[in-house]
């Protein structure tokens, strides 16, 4: 799945790491988009359990099918 986590305030790119492959992306108005596709929902939580631990706030959780899913999905 394809995720877009949008968060209060800006992350510096160094935290990358911590989000899965998540791109960091720092968004006008002091917030920050987490962007890319995770592989389950666990790697999902366990993003969600570092925003927890970094005291941040969540203001939105976008999901969609990635590309290649949806592609694959229509040859089925």
Do not use: C, K
């Amino acid at each position: 799945m394809h995720y877009r986590i949008h968060i209060q305030g800006h992350l510096d790119s160094g935290w990358q790491d911590r989000f899965a492959g998540l791109r960091i992306e720092q968004q006008e108005g002091g917030t920050t988009l987490l962007v890319g596709t995770l592989p389950d929902q666990a790697a999902l939580y366990g993003v969600l359990l570092q925003l927890i631990w970094m005291s941040l706030v969540l203001l939105s959780l976008e999901t969609n099918q990635a590309e290649g899913d949806e592609e694959a999905a229509q040859r089925s």
